[in-house]
């Protein structure tokens, strides 16, 4: 308005027609303007209610018959790694996975060489394990005591919907992930179909990377989240005789925590009752519902456990890693460079809520 409006009941008509012209524009104003930033602060500062759940005991894989609960992979390598995932009875024979009362390990052979017949130049044996029981939802506790690691190496520790006809649209959860000597810790991630964004208020101590989940986007790097300390994965992680990683699967969200041994709650080393994750502290991932529909995005999912080698994940970055010559001829040359490419597992508990 200018200096010469004035409020008053004895300004000519016309007058008061502009006034009420400028009060109108000013409302016009703030709502154009001042409303939908307002929005966008609350928006940004939306964050779910993770309220405590009632959880119990569904599942537990433990002791000398665990791997009678997974299928054997075996076949193409989905990821193009210079592997042969081999079926149970020969991964037994080389001794690929083993089980006792207290751990369940899986690993790379060892055996084969350049002068072997047949040699390992169109892959190495290795082992890929897929739960045979499908998950929607959960809280999954991991007693991980060994970290498979070295160049050439790309191990995981996930959930997904193995058909690969439906891949993404279930979703996928990388739990533990890493490349080469996996000096940096461990990696979260996520891959979705499309509508899953990250760009939202998280809670963790990890560090995002790009936050579109959409396997489309940015060559399938998912939406990752990698751990601010290094000994969340790798030498580092085993010298400490490893830890437990959690993860809550929710409608409200995906969180994930690590607790190296010796730091691990009172509730999730009881073992059977009802653990509280809104008592343990900041997570070290957090993917949040705020602009991703957790309830539709994740579905079905098997457990899996694999050790791959070079692959599209490690070839990425094999150069960078400072591990010598190429992958394929480090990996088929080099059996003794796998001896530490183990994983060796406690057990794993799966809680359900009620
Ligand atoms: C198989 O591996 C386990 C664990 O490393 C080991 O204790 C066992 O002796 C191995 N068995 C054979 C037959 O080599
Ligand atoms: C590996 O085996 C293939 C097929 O038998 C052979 O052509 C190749 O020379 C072998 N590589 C080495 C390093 O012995
Ligand atoms: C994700 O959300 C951010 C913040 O609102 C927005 O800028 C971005 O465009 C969104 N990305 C996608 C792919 O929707
Ligand atoms: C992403 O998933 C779709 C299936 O929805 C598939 O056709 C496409 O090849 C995938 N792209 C990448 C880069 O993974
Ligand atoms: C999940 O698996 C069940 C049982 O195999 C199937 O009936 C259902 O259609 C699947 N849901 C989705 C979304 O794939």
């Given amino acids: 308005m200018n200096r010469y409006d004035h409020y008053g009941s004895d300004r000519p008509w016309h007058s008061r027609k502009r006034v009420w012209a400028g009060v ?42 665990i791997f009678d609960n997974f299928n054997y992979f075996t076949g193409y390598d989905p990821a193009h790694g210079l592997v042969h995932y081999v079926p149970q009875e020969m991964a037994q024979q080389l001794n690929l996975t083993y089980a006792s009362s207290s751990s369940a390990i899986l690993r790379v052979d060892t055996s084969v060489g350049p002068g072997s017949n047949p040699n390992a130049s169109t ?123 959690a993860v809550e ?38 993917f949040p519902d705020t602009k991703c529909n957790i309830g539709s995005h994740f579905k079905n999912q098997t457990l899996i456990v694999n050790i791959d080698l070079c692959g599209d994940l490690v070839n990425a970055v094999y150069k960078k890693s400072g591990c010598p010559g190429t992958c394929t001829d480090f990996v088929a040359n080099n059996p003794s460079a796998f001896i530490d490419a183990f994983w060796e597992f406690g057990s794993f508990k799966i809680y359900t809520a009620t």
Wanted: charged content about 15%.
């Fill in 123 to 245: 892959g190495r044996f290795s082992v890929r394990v897929e739960s045979k029981k499908q998950y929607n939802k959960g809280l999954f506790i991991f007693d991980v005591k060994h970290t498979p690691f070295g160049c050439g190496t790309w191990p995981a520790l996930w959930l997904t919907d193995p058909n690969p006809a439906i891949w993404p649209a279930n979703g996928e959860i990388d739990i533990m992930e890493a490349t080469n000597q996996a000096v940096t810790g461990n990696t979260v991630t996520l891959h979705t179909d499309g509508g899953c964004n990250m760009s939202v208020k998280r809670k963790m101590t990890g560090k995002a990377g790009q936050k579109d989940c959409h396997n489309t986007t940015n060559s399938n790097t998912g939406c990752p989240v990698a751990a601010d300390v290094a000994a969340t994965y790798g030498q580092a992680y085993n010298n400490a005789g490893g830890g437990i990683v």
């Fill in 24 to 65: 109108a524009a000013a409302i016009a104003v703030i709502i154009v303007i001042v409303v939908p930033v307002g929005v966008t602060v609350h928006n940004n500062n939306r964050y779910p209610d993770y309220k405590k759940l009632t959880y119990s005991l569904a599942d537990t894989y433990a002791g000398d018959n």
């Fill in 249 to 286: 699967w929710r409608d409200e969200g995906i969180r994930t925590w690590q607790f190296a041994r010796g730091q691990v709650p009172a509730d999730i080393t009881a073992g059977t009752g009802n653990p509280d994750p809104s008592s343990w502290g900041t997570a070290l991932a957090d």
